[in-house]
């Protein structure tokens, strides 16, 4: 596609329960991030696939967050017994190479609430 | 672990007047990067710098990878209300993968 693209745009839900939010990055980019922004910070790392494995799942905060990338393309992120705390904007990204020193190109977010 | 300080963390500025923000570090970078994020939208790539001393330009932005490679900064001359948005510098380390963000800086645009 022509950019990043996160569906839902916003997804309200009930404390404890489970929520996946899907991204689909640009076509050819083998490298795909997952990020959680809270209001007033700057975006904060969750994970990074290069192709379908996760290189780097250090930044999930617990075990409760799991990501998936099964044909290195699409990836969903699972929230598993939802928190009031996960409440913020998960962003995805994805780059050519995941290089580190490539642009990195966001899409527009999933913006979460958990009540 | 390492960090990325930015300053200010807010900026108001009359239109016309110039603007500029510093990421600071207290580790030499191997690279930064800066972004802009607009209210209500998502984080897009401004410039890449890798060398120490690097100047580059963009129409009005100005940006600096100081000598050290450890402070970087943004430069803004004579400011528009398009500039208006949240300015974050941002890096990754040496083998790894992840591009860690400073807080940012809010800049506001007082037409």
């Known amino acids: 596609g022509a950019g990043v693209s996160q569906t839902p745009s916003n997804k309200v839900t009930e404390k404890g329960k489970y929520v996946e939010l899907r991204c689909d990055p640009i076509?050819?980019?083998?490298?795909l991030y997952w990020y959680r922004q809270s209001l007033g910070q700057g975006p904060e790392f969750l994970i990074y696939?290069?192709?379908?494995?996760?290189?780097?799942d250090s930044g999930l905060p617990n075990d409760r967050f799991f990501a998936v990338r099964p044909e290195g393309s699409v990836s969903t992120l699972k929230i598993q017994r939802t928190e009031r705390g996960d409440s913020a904007m998960y962003l995805c990204?994805?780059?050519?190479?995941?290089?580190?020193?490539?642009?990195?190109?966001f899409g527009q977010g999933t913006r979460l609430t958990v009540v | 672990g390492q960090q990325v300080m930015q300053i200010p963390q807010y900026q108001h500025v009359q239109e016309g007047e110039d603007f500029t923000t510093y990421c600071n570090s207290s580790?030499?970078?191997?690279?930064i990067q800066w972004y802009k994020q607009r209210p209500g939208g998502h984080p897009v790539f401004l410039i890449q710098l890798v060398k120490s001393g690097e100047v580059k330009k963009q129409k009005r932005l100005t940006f600096q990878f100081g000598e050290a490679k450890k402070n970087s900064s943004l430069h803004i001359t004579a400011t528009q209300t398009t500039d208006v948005g949240t300015y974050f510098c941002a890096y990754s380390g040496a083998g790894s993968y992840q591009l860690t963000f400073g807080k940012g800086t809010k800049l506001s645009v007082i037409p």
């Open positions: 990204a994805s780059s050519l190479t995941g290089i580190h020193n490539t642009e990195a190109f």
């Open positions: 580790t030499t970078l191997s690279n």
């Open positions: 076509s050819g980019h083998t490298a």
């Open positions: 696939f290069q192709g379908t494995g996760a290189a780097d």
